[in-house]
Structure formats: structure tokens, C-alpha cells
């Protein structure tokens, strides 16, 4: 596999990733009683504990998005 192709890949996984958190994060902040209505149908929590969950899964989401999609994207394209 060629550089360009993993840069390629790493570009479009970033974006289709990116997209997620952001849509995740907007439903979060601008809808937070309906996103827990709807998942307390499936996973009966408490409210204090679902605000616990979500965040550290946020938090989780983008560390995790920035160490294996941003990073080797832009290492990808610094060497490229």
C-alpha cells in the first residue's frame, strides 16, 4: 500500500469520524432529555449516572479519534 492510499484512507476516516462525534455531541448538548429517553428504554439508569456514561464515552470517542484517525492522517501528510 502506497502512502497516498493510507493518507487517503486516514482523510476519509477522519471526516466519516469526526462527523460522528460532532453529530454525537451536538444530540448531547441540544437534546439531552431525548437521547436519555430513548436509551433508558434499553439500559434502565438513572439520570445522574447516564450524564456520567455519556460524558466519559464523549471523552473516550475523541481521544480515540484523535490517536488513531487525526494523528496518522497529519503524520501521513507531513511525510507525504
Given at each position: 500500500m502506497d502512502i497516498q492510499t493510507l493518507t487517503a484512507f486516514f482523510m476519509w476516516c477522519?471526516?466519516?469520524?469526526?462527523?460522528?462525534?460532532?453529530?454525537?455531541?451536538v444530540f448531547c448538548v441540544f437534546a439531552p432529555d431525548l437521547v436519555y429517553r430513548t436509551q433508558r428504554r434499553?439500559?434502565?439508569?438513572?439520570?445522574?449516572t447516564?450524564?456520567?456514561?455519556?460524558?466519559?464515552f464523549l471523552g473516550m470517542f475523541k481521544i480515540v479519534?484523535?490517536?488513531f484517525n487525526l494523528v496518522p492522517y497529519v503524520a501521513l501528510r507531513i511525510i507525504g
Amino acid at each position: 500500500m502506497d502512502i497516498q492510499t493510507l493518507t487517503a484512507f486516514f482523510m476519509w476516516c477522519s471526516i466519516l469520524n469526526g462527523g460522528l462525534l460532532a453529530l454525537w455531541t451536538v444530540f448531547c448538548v441540544f437534546a439531552p432529555d431525548l437521547v436519555y429517553r430513548t436509551q433508558r428504554r434499553w439500559f434502565p439508569i438513572p439520570r445522574e449516572t447516564w450524564d456520567v456514561v455519556i460524558y466519559s464515552f464523549l471523552g473516550m470517542f475523541k481521544i480515540v479519534f484523535l490517536v488513531f484517525n487525526l494523528v496518522p492522517y497529519v503524520a501521513l501528510r507531513i511525510i507525504g
